[in-house]
């Protein structure tokens, strides 16, 4: 059985882990950089990347994924606290930082921005169960819409369209083309 939890200052270390692995980073020599540097951010409690801002899901009492979500009202505020600690290594892995990327969300929207399963526990249904809770708190707040940026060739487009989310638009987001996704919510 899946269950998904607020997640809490213990999580941080996974949180990093997911958020590192969300990125898709592949540079090994900065890893433990990366993961010492989205520790601090993620213990933090009002970053975009903060552990409020995460759910964990577990099975049979083990972390099994991972999801950021946040109230797009929030965006811009959460992650001008958050970018500044992370620009260095952005810069190094994406080759410019974020001045003049377009947000990624927005007043009106519920948007997931990193969601991770770990491999033993893929193809379970963890990544249906998260992305479910992030519907679930956006009715619960009144938030008519959820959204996510997805890389092009990525499998979990799949899911997500199979769950509601539908094409939007291309977003650039760190010098990369992604496709943002929607699925409408009756609130």
């Not at 997911?18 to 900065?30: N, P, Q, R, S, T």
């Not at 213990?43 to 950021?68: C, L």
């Not at 956006?138 to 509601?164: F, S, W």
Request: charged letters at 30%; aromatic letters at 12%.
């Amino acid at each position: 059985m899946i269950k998904i939890r607020k997640a809490t200052i213990e999580d941080v270390a996974y949180i990093a882990e997911g958020i590192y692995h969300a990125f898709l980073l592949k540079d090994e020599g900065l890893y433990n950089q990366w993961i010492s540097t989205l520790k601090e951010v993620c213990a933090q409690e009002d970053t975009y990347y903060s552990y409020r801002n995460s759910w964990i899901a577990e099975v049979d009492g083990e972390r099994a994924g991972m999801m950021i979500a946040v109230d797009g009202e929030h965006y811009r505020e959460q992650r001008d606290k958050m970018y500044p600690q992370l620009k260095g290594l952005f810069d190094v892995a994406f080759g410019k930082g974020w001045d003049d990327m377009e947000d990624e969300a927005k007043a009106g929207e519920f948007y997931i921005d990193s969601l991770a399963v770990s491999l033993p526990y893929r193809n379970q249904g963890v990544g249906r169960a998260l992305l479910e809770k992030a519907k679930k708190m956006a009715k619960d707040k009144g938030i008519g819409v959820v959204t996510l940026a997805v890389e092009p060739e990525n499998k979990a487009k799949k899911l997500y369209q199979r769950l509601g989310f539908g094409y939007q638009r291309g977003i650039e987001i760190f010098n990369e083309e992604y496709e943002l996704y929607a699925a409408e919510i009756v609130v």
